[in-house]
């Protein structure tokens, strides 16, 4: 019996930055050597950002002394710049320089740490842009003052790029590739039919789903409260960092989805959005052409705001 289009597709998949990385890809594979190619890709990303690996180029640069210049690998450099002009876009809303803040709230590889939670909550903060300088001609940056950089809103959407870039090289022209949620289209599907996407209804089922998404050569990335958190007492406390404040996001949207071609951007702003709130988030989307998906909390329901494309989906903003 010959093989049906839905016969065709394979998942590979594997472990990195915590959770799982998968890629459907729409194609026969006849090369064994497949599933490491995507595996290096991810682990690369991992060995160079991550802040629970001591030795990482990231915890390098944090570590080092202050005016010294630190080679760093092209891939960093280019998150760390991505990153940067999204914190000048968004005004701050968007921080790299608030790991002290994640690892004091027990978000990072060490416990909760209320001493150190007082420390990220009142000591004044620097903006990564006004004391990281990269140098990208000579792979290179430096800081100015100390910095403790943490990249977990931009790296995982900088993965999942990586992915459809790593099933591009190897010739595949069709591939739907995810990390944690975060998505990237990789072309339609092989009969040209769009790859189709849930958006979770953010109430920590898996299973739950507020709508449906058709993507093409597009990327998707989700920040909410619901999927990862610590509980203090009897609170539920987000992983996103507020970092105006030091410390998790409180009374902040359910969920926020935005669309983009690039996964790292779309990861990064969905974090921004996250945190300017369902008031000036939804204006900062609209004003700034981002179609983004605002799940809000309201006694007794889930309500949709949505832009651009999501406009839709929502309620609109204008």
Same mark, same amino acid.
């Given at each position: 019996?010959?093989? &049906?289009? &839905?016969?065709?597709?394979?998942?590979?998949?594997?472990?990195?930055?915590?959770?799982?990385?998968?890629?459907? =890809?729409?194609?026969?594979?006849?090369?064994?050597?497949?599933?490491?190619?995507?595996?290096?890709?991810?682990?690369?990303?991992?060995?160079?950002?991550?802040?629970?690996?001591?030795?990482?180029?990231?915890?390098?640069?944090?570590?080092?002394?202050?005016?010294?210049?630190?080679?760093? +690998?092209?891939?960093?450099?280019?998150?760390?710049?991505?990153?940067?002009?999204?914190?000048?876009?968004?005004?701050?809303?968007?921080?790299?320089?608030?790991?002290?803040?994640?690892?004091?709230? %027990?978000?990072?590889?060490?416990?909760?740490?209320?001493?150190? =939670?007082? *420390?990220?909550?009142? *000591?004044?903060?620097?903006?990564?842009?006004?004391?990281?300088?990269?140098?990208? %001609?000579?792979?290179?940056?430096?800081?100015?003052?100390?910095?403790?950089?943490?990249?977990?809103?931009?790296?995982?959407?900088?993965?999942?790029? @990586?992915?459809?870039?790593?099933?591009?090289?190897?010739?595949?022209?069709? *591939?739907?590739?995810?990390?944690?949620?975060?998505? @990237?289209?990789?072309?339609?599907?092989?009969?040209?039919?769009?790859?189709?996407?849930? =958006?979770?209804?953010?109430?920590?089922?898996?299973?739950?789903?507020?709508?449906?998404?058709?993507?093409?050569?597009?990327?998707?990335?989700?920040?909410?409260?619901?999927?990862?958190?610590?509980?203090?007492? =009897?609170? @539920?406390?987000?992983?996103?960092?507020?970092?105006? @404040?030091?410390?998790?996001?409180?009374?902040?949207?359910?969920?926020?989805?935005?669309?983009?071609?690039?996964?790292?951007?779309?990861?990064?702003?969905?974090?921004?959005?996250?945190?300017?709130?369902?008031?000036? %988030? +939804?204006?900062?989307?609209?004003?700034?052409?981002?179609?983004?998906?605002?799940?809000?909390?309201? +006694?007794?329901?889930?309500?949709?705001?949505?832009?651009?494309?999501?406009?839709?989906?929502?309620? %609109?903003?204008?």
């Amino acid at each position: 019996m010959p093989k &049906t289009p &839905t016969d065709l597709k394979q998942t590979l998949g594997g472990a990195t930055m915590g959770t799982r990385w998968s890629v459907l =890809i729409d194609a026969p594979i006849s090369d064994p050597t497949v599933q490491s190619h995507f595996q290096a890709a991810v682990d690369e990303v991992d060995a160079q950002m991550s802040t629970w690996k001591p030795e990482s180029d990231l915890m390098r640069l944090n570590a080092a002394p202050l005016g010294r210049w630190v080679p760093l +690998p092209d891939r960093l450099l280019t998150v760390l710049e991505a990153g940067l002009a999204i914190t000048r876009q968004t005004n701050g809303a968007f921080e790299m320089n608030i790991g002290d803040a994640v690892r004091a709230w %027990g978000f990072g590889p060490d416990a909760i740490d209320l001493p150190a =939670i007082r *420390a990220a909550s009142s *000591a004044p903060r620097v903006p990564a842009s006004a004391a990281l300088e990269l140098d990208r %001609g000579n792979g290179r940056a430096r800081k100015s003052a100390a910095l403790a950089l943490d990249l977990s809103g931009i790296a995982k959407g900088y993965g999942v790029d @990586r992915l459809a870039e790593t099933a591009r090289e190897l010739g595949f022209d069709h *591939a739907l590739c995810t990390i944690d949620g975060e998505v @990237r289209a990789l072309g339609p599907q092989r009969d040209g039919r769009p790859w189709v996407i849930g =958006i979770e209804t953010p109430d920590g089922s898996t299973t739950s789903q507020h709508s449906i998404l058709e993507l093409k050569d597009m990327a998707v990335a989700t920040s909410g409260d619901y999927r990862h958190f610590v509980t203090v007492g =009897i609170t @539920r406390l987000s992983h996103t960092m507020d970092p105006r @404040r030091g410390a998790p996001l409180v009374a902040s949207p359910a969920s926020v989805t935005v669309l983009s071609q690039s996964c790292m951007l779309a990861d990064a702003m969905a974090t921004a959005l996250m945190v300017l709130g369902d008031r000036q %988030g +939804p204006d900062f989307a609209t004003a700034n052409e981002i179609s983004a998906l605002f799940l809000l909390r309201v +006694p007794g329901e889930m309500v949709a705001l949505g832009t651009g494309v999501f406009a839709a989906t929502g309620e %609109g903003s204008e």
